[in-house]
């Protein structure tokens, strides 16, 4: 039974949508979607960045939220989500694609007005790198 699904679910690997759907049906198939619709989140047009960015922010270990904290980067998630996640999501992702996480960075922290470009930079290179850490201790599966 769960061989078929994830054939199935496989097939499905290009339509977000559908395997979405599948995830809400029950545990079963969610445990077996799940790493299908994680393994490229970046493919995926209908999906939300902000979303996608504030799961990945969620997934940081406690010591990178604290170290982003003291340096006052302000982030959505660390402060508002507590829960641990169901699934580690960046287990299942296959790549690491650069340009995403320089488009994360840049989405999560804006320019300010009077804002110190040293500041600025240096607290996107310490995002940056509690990101990279997080991808290379967690994805099972990463390729070049």
Not at 79 to 86: D, F, V, W
Request: hydrophobic residues 40%; proline residues 3%.
């Amino acid at each position: 039974m769960e061989d078929c699904l994830r054939i199935i679910f496989t097939e499905l690997q290009e339509d977000s949508a559908s395997l979405y759907s599948c995830i809400l049906v029950n545990r079963f198939w969610c445990r077996i979607a799940v790493p299908i619709l994680w393994k490229h989140p970046y493919n995926y047009r209908k999906i939300s960045r902000d979303k996608l960015y504030n799961v990945i922010i969620h997934l940081l270990p406690q010591s990178s939220k604290q170290l982003l904290f003291d340096n006052n980067i302000d982030l959505p998630s660390l402060s508002t989500i507590s829960n641990k996640s169901l699934f580690n999501y960046i287990s299942y992702l296959s790549q690491i694609y650069p340009g995403s996480i320089d488009n994360m960075i840049q989405t999560l922290i804006k320019s300010e007005v009077g804002f110190n470009k040293f500041q600025e930079d240096y607290k996107k290179y310490l995002l940056e790198q509690e990101i990279y850490k997080l991808f290379i201790k967690n994805s099972l599966f990463l390729r070049n």
